[in-house]
């Protein structure tokens, strides 16, 4: 049975950091592109960072990149997010995702690609 766990999620004020880790079982993990995606209330769930299998590839959506830094330990069967720099719109519920594949590149993350979700952990940025 797959199990995904996100940990390290808080309270912060504007401008400071957070990491986010999120270990798997029951899979391994280099077998599989990881995501993180976000919602915040009232809003849909979106696509934040990527990274291919072998952590050599990442994709971040435009609102995050230069702040957010993805980083995936196979070893450990653990994902990372290093969120930098935060502001009050960062504030949602953030969510690990796995997806089956081992792919050269990361282009893009969409929802409907991810195989195996968690529970999330809540991020909220006070200003």
């Known amino acids: 049975q797959v199990q995904v766990v996100e940990s390290g999620g808080g309270l912060v004020q504007a401008g400071g950091s957070l990491r986010l880790s999120c270990i798997v079982s029951g899979l391994s993990l280099a077998d599989y592109t990881m995501g993180w995606f976000r919602q915040a209330p009232g809003k849909e769930r979106e696509g934040v960072s990527c990274i291919n299998w072998s952590g050599l590839s990442t994709y971040y959506v435009d609102s995050v990149k230069g702040r957010f830094t993805i980083s995936r330990d196979n070893a450990k069967n653990t994902l990372y997010l290093q969120m930098n720099s935060l502001k009050p719109e960062d504030t949602a519920m953030y969510y690990c995702?796995?997806?089956?594949?081992?792919?050269?590149?990361?282009?893009?993350?969409?929802?409907?690609?991810?195989?195996?979700w968690g529970q999330g952990t809540q991020v909220t940025v006070s200003s």
């Open positions: 995702a796995a997806s089956r594949g081992r792919y050269g590149r990361v282009y893009d993350i969409q929802e409907y690609a991810y195989n195996y």
